[in-house]
């Protein structure tokens, strides 16, 4: 209802707004509003005190502008705002007298943003052809969402403060609620905390019977300096008034107005929004995320979030020994070269394989740049260790991490609800022992495919030197540095449900028989607890009898059933086990627990899994979705088609977010149709997808794009190609072409299927809308369950290039051209 009256005076309040701050406001307000009713009036009012209430907003217009950004301060605080948001800025601080909401609404909405040219552009190209516009994509800012600490209505009223008899001040309230409020006082007005004050609500008093003749008594909390000009002082009330009355209407009056405070619910919408697509994003990576910590002047790998589709990594660097060797490929020399870089985002290409010899695993490892700078070994390193099967190309990225982006709170209040308060905490001293060392998150991604591979089989080398490659092999430690795996914990991960159930167990191994029980089950695996300790080491095959099951069957043969161990507890008595299968025909495990499950769902406990360290994933996965530095992109399903609805956006713009930039079409809303179109997500995409599941690796597609900056329209500026395939021979022509004048860009996509959105994940929040906004929780949940694949944009291009027969000197002229542009421009 309040909405509705706002927006049927819209041009009213537009006027007043212009005026706000002024001397003659409360003469024109008067005579504005003479012919409304009380209760519009009052709305009226409560508007623009919403409008006049101060803010700590820092403005950042950096990529949301046409004019140049840079940095202006203000009042103690840094902004990034070009010249006509400051123009904007001065001339409204000047006419309300301070930061305001208003000044930050007024700003944000400047001719030249890009978010005000894009919504005009749209609706005039919707009303000039809306069957020809394409139906734009969502841009999701990672981790951009904030918390509330309390839900209190933000509402500026006039006050008097009665310090003590005979001092009594002139003041105004922040915010308010039942129970406390937050006023702005002068410094000069000196006040502790544990000092009772009394407080006379003149602007309420003005308009409602409120039955205070004494005012109203609080206890300060705290005394905030926000400025030279006042402090927040934070008060509870002590209700010694004993006044019921005026408790209901002040309750009432918060309850009954709070609704139209869009900025509060709006803050929840944005969050669960970027929350949904992030748990769509965040486990089907195919990257690994590893974060360094700083042990005496050195750093380390210390942790590693993994993935279903990240965890090949993880295990690759593993050793016979089962630990990690990463310390030693990612060692000092290489991490000081990598920091060495100015860029924000620090990359290198690594390439290894391994040598084993007496049953032990040795790694071999050489950077890009290192093999660059010994161009005699570099064929050599390059033609010989191509030839093995371990062989692997990861890129690499490194980026500052912060262990206090680990708390990332719910966009509500404690008060919200019972469990909010809980729900907001920090986390635990364990963890923060685990994190706080942390200063740097690596990514790495295995970029390379057999056709690259195969192109660097055929490099010519002097099989006689293969000793010279000594220099890049790795010694073994005795004890190396730990590296703690934290599995990534979402309620969407784990493709079936474990359930508690106990029965009998046999295992043939070594010409004995082991016996044990299950303590759960699912369709894909067991958990087995052996009545004695066992010699199974990770990665075993064992045959698996479940006799007391067979007596329940005689459809399915419950007798040796193939099963990979995937972990062994230390007293080697627990085992988990998965589904092995060496065709792609039926396992009869899978076929019968199926059946088994399906049929008793009502009678089966779903098992809960603990983590080893509670708290730890998460901690890891908010440090790392405040640093992505990717391009991931949702693909949402309507009727039997793919089409791109939604990017994201990390802390750090990818190749393609600076190329969205430059066109102005990184707002709230854009296309990425200019270098991956729909014809090109129908064609070659879809048809590879469309029957893949939610469990299945991503699937690797590589994506062309020859840029020309002299063009003003994207459409005219970027062209690309699309493929499936690894050989790039088919797309020479069109690279050298675009590398003698244009820029090239070359990517890997890692498309694939999401499963069901984790509604559990984002409950909280969707509760709190769904009080105050019912149809918009449902829209939000409809969106969520719309997305049907996730995929993930790297640069390769540098690597790419490498496998193509092209003149080096035109890469090298290129890349030169492409720098410029990209100072240019970012």
Not at 701 to 725: G, H, N, Q, Y
Request: net charge positive; charged share 25%.
């Amino acid at each position: 209802m309040a909405e509705d009256i706002l927006l049927k005076y819209e041009s009213l309040v537009e006027e007043l707004k212009a005026h706000l701050g002024t001397p003659k406001f409360d003469k024109l307000f008067k005579s504005k509003t003479a012919s409304l009713t009380k209760p519009e009036q009052f709305l009226i009012k409560m508007e623009m005190s919403r409008l006049s209430q101060p803010v700590a907003r820092f403005i950042d217009l950096r990529g949301q502008v046409t004019g140049q950004v840079k940095p202006y301060e203000y009042d103690g605080k840094q902004h990034f705002m070009d010249d006509t948001a400051i123009e904007v800025f001065e001339d409204a601080i000047k006419r309300h007298g301070g930061y305001t909401l208003a000044v930050y609404e007024a700003v944000m909405n400047t001719e030249n943003n890009h978010r005000v040219m894009q919504k005009k552009a749209a609706e005039q190209a919707l009303a000039e052809d809306s069957a020809a516009t394409e139906q734009p994509a969502k841009v999701i800012k990672f981790a951009s969402y904030e918390s509330r600490r309390e839900e209190r209505m933000n509402y500026s009223i006039k006050i008097t403060v009665e310090l003590d008899k005979d001092n009594k001040v002139a003041a105004s309230t922040s915010d308010i609620s039942l129970s406390g409020a937050k006023i702005k006082l002068a410094p000069r007005y000196q006040v502790k905390k544990g000092q009772l004050i009394g407080l006379r609500l003149v602007g309420l008093e003005q308009d409602f019977e409120l039955g205070l003749k004494n005012g109203i008594q609080y206890e300060i909390v705290a005394v905030e300096k926000v400025s030279r000009e006042y402090n927040h002082i934070r008060l509870k009330r002590t209700f010694i008034e004993n006044n019921e009355k005026f408790d209901e209407f002040l309750e009432s009056f918060i309850h009954g107005n709070k609704r139209r405070y869009k900025v509060n619910l709006d803050n929840t919408l944005d969050a669960v929004v970027s929350k949904g697509y992030e748990q769509y994003y965040i486990p089907r990576v195919t990257s690994l995320y590893t974060f360094l910590s700083l042990q005496g002047d050195k750093l380390y790998p210390s942790l590693a979030l993994t993935t279903e589709n990240n965890i090949f990594i993880q295990r690759y660097f593993c050793d016979e020994r089962k630990l990690s060797c990463l310390y030693s490929i990612i060692n000092q020399q290489r991490l000081g070269d990598l920091l060495s870089s100015p860029e924000a985002v620090k990359e290198e290409y690594l390439y290894t394989f391994t040598h084993t010899v007496a049953g032990k695993i040795y790694y071999y490892s050489a950077t890009r740049s290192e093999l660059d700078s010994q161009p005699n070994l570099k064929n050599l390193f390059l033609g010989f260790g191509s030839q093995k099967d371990s062989w692997q190309c990861f890129k690499l990225q490194l980026m500052p991490s912060h262990p206090e982006d680990s708390y990332i709170p719910l966009s509500l209040p404690s008060s919200a609800g019972k469990n909010i308060e809980k729900l907001n905490k920090p986390p635990t001293p364990r963890v923060q022992g685990l994190i706080k060392d942390v200063k740097y998150l690596l990514i790495l991604t295995s970029i390379g495919t057999k056709f690259e591979q195969q192109t660097y089989q055929q490099l010519d080398y002097n099989k006689d030197a293969v000793n010279q490659l000594k220099q890049f092999g790795h010694s073994k430690h005795k004890t190396p540095p730990h590296l703690e795996p934290v599995a990534l914990e979402y309620v969407n991960l784990r493709a079936h449900k474990r359930y508690l159930y106990k029965t009998a167990v046999s295992v043939e191994h070594h010409e004995q028989t082991i016996t044990g029980h299950t303590r759960d089950l699912s369709v894909m695996g067991l958990q087995i607890e052996f009545d004695q300790p066992v010699e199974f080491k990770k990665g075993d095959i064992i045959k698996l009898n479940l006799p007391e099951l067979q007596k329940i069957t005689k459809k399915h043969d419950l007798t040796n059933l193939a099963y990979e161990v995937m972990a062994v507890s230390k007293s080697l008595t627990t085992v988990n086990l998965k589904v092995h299968r060496i065709t792609d025909l039926p396992h009869m495990a899978i076929k019968f627990f199926t059946v088994l499950i399906d049929n008793n769902k009502d009678k089966l406990r779903v098992c809960e899994e603990s983590p080893k360290i509670p708290g730890l994933s998460t901690a890891l996965r908010n440090m790392v979705t405040k640093s992505v530095c990717q391009f991931p992109f949702y693909l949402h399903k309507e009727a039997a088609h793919f089409k791109t609805g939604a990017i994201g956006q990390g802390l750090y713009p990818s190749p393609l977010h600076v190329l969205l930039q430059n066109f102005g079409l990184l707002n709230e809303t854009t296309s990425i149709d200019g270098f991956l179109s729909t014809d090109q997500i129908t064609e070659v995409i879809t048809p590879l997808i469309k029957d893949r599941s939610r469990q299945d690796p991503p699937l690797p597609f590589t994506l062309f794009v020859r840029f020309d900056p002299r063009k003003t329209v994207i459409s005219d500026a970027i062209t690309s190609r699309c493929i499936s395939e690894d050989d790039y021979k088919p797309q020479t022509l069109f690279v050298k072409k675009a590398l003698k004048s244009d820029l090239v860009y070359i990517f890997r996509l890692y498309i694939s299927r999401t499963g069901r959105p984790d509604i559990d994940y984002l409950a909280n929040e969707l509760k709190y809308i769904s009080q105050y906004a019912l149809h918009k929780a449902k829209d939000l949940e409809e969106a969520l369950w719309a997305v049907a694949g996730v995929g993930d944009i790297i640069d390769i291009t540098d690597e790419a290039l490498t496998h193509f027969d092209i003149d080096q000197r035109l890469i090298n002229e290129m890349s030169k051209r492409k720098a410029t542009w990209l100072k240019r421009v970012i």
